[in-house]
């Protein structure tokens, strides 16, 4: 029945009605905040890229990490960004069992009880050249470079990690790790595929300045996927599947919001979306020129996420978006 007897304006006359009828909120359980962890003692650096989000010693990890917790964000993702003396050829102090995030879980799951540790899987951070893996003639080598994965993921699991997020993209690293986890008796141990992951420079603030990994040559593009495919990401994620993944991801998101209902819609699976870095800094910037109220904006893109089918939300805006729901900020 058309109108005048059909008014959708009656439903959005004022606030209350709006509420009634809302089909997407925003929880603070949706959300994963990333931080970064660096070596030494007392260092809370800003990264300038990512205003709010430091370089953090292991002693203000735990500290924000309870900030964290006592704003009820259920989990971090955490980075290791290691000096550059512990960097060489075959990624050595990513599986190292003291090394950097191996020491930064011990001590978050010693000092900030019931908050979730996931670990970050890879090994650009750990390598001179910065790819993700064994490079051979300036070729990143799939399958040498799955063992040192393995490793890296069985040592962040002994470290006593929640869950693991391999992040290379690399052929068979979900069922290389699942099959290593279980081996080692970590058959619980939940994986986070970033399964759908694509070769982006909206990635360049987190590369250049957050882990400090910049690219010394070449680029990831025989290994992570064209911003052109969307057919290709749905196989990448059945591969996950069936490899063992627990929950799928989408990276980045705003720009990939086709490929997050499409990943909800073909697999029902649980889905994470990572708000990268590039679309961080685009909308801090602009708040911070006056174009747009932050607030506001953050929680439009966040809402288009979970609308778009994500369940977790990784995001630098978290700490943020955690505050305002805690003042009962109205999003809508």
Not at 35 to 64: K, T
Not at 86 to 106: H, I, T
Not at 197 to 214: C, I, M, N, R, V
Not at 218 to 240: C, P, V, W, Y
Request: proline share 5%.
């Amino acid at each position: 029945m058309a109108f005048p007897a059909t008014r959708p304006r009656r439903l959005r006359q004022n606030d209350k009605f709006r509420r009634l009828v809302r089909e997407t909120n925003i929880a603070v359980d949706d959300l994963v905040w990333p931080l970064f962890a660096v070596p030494g003692h007392g260092i809370r650096e800003e990264i300038s890229s990512l205003p709010g989000n430091y370089h953090l010693s292991i002693d203000c990890l735990v500290d924000e990490s309870k900030r964290a917790r006592d704003l009820g964000i259920p989990a971090i993702l955490l980075f290791g960004v290691p000096d550059p003396c512990d960097k060489d050829e075959r990624a050595s102090k990513a599986y190292c069992p003291n090394g950097l995030v191996q020491k930064a879980v011990r001590a978050l799951k010693a000092h900030v009880p019931g908050l979730l540790v996931i670990t970050d899987v890879c090994l650009c951070e750990y390598t001179p050249h910065a790819h993700c893996g064994i490079l051979e003639k300036g070729y990143l080598m799939n399958d040498a470079s799955l063992d040192v994965l393995a490793k890296t993921a069985v040592s962040h699991a002994e470290a006593g990690c929640d869950m693991v997020a391999p992040a290379a993209m690399l052929d068979g690293q979900i069922q290389t790790l699942r099959h290593s986890l279980d081996l080692h008796g970590y058959s619980n141990l939940p994986i986070m595929a970033y399964s759908a992951k694509y070769a982006s420079k909206l990635y360049d603030p987190f590369f250049k300045e957050g882990t400090q990994s910049a690219l010394a040559h070449g680029d990831k593009k025989t290994h992570q996927m064209s911003f052109a495919n969307s057919d290709e990401a749905m196989r990448e994620i059945a591969l996950d599947v069936e490899e063992g993944a627990d929950i799928i991801m989408v990276k980045p998101g705003l720009f990939y919001l086709d490929v997050v209902y499409r990943a909800k819609q073909e697999f029902q699976m649980p889905l994470a979306v990572y708000n990268v870095s590039g679309e961080f800094a685009m909308i801090d910037a602009a708040a911070r020129m006056g174009r747009l109220d932050k607030c506001a904006v953050v929680f439009e893109a966040l809402s288009c996420f979970k609308r778009a089918g994500a369940d977790i939300i990784i995001s630098y805006f978290a700490p943020m978006a955690a505050e305002c729901l805690e003042r009962g900020w109205k999003s809508f």
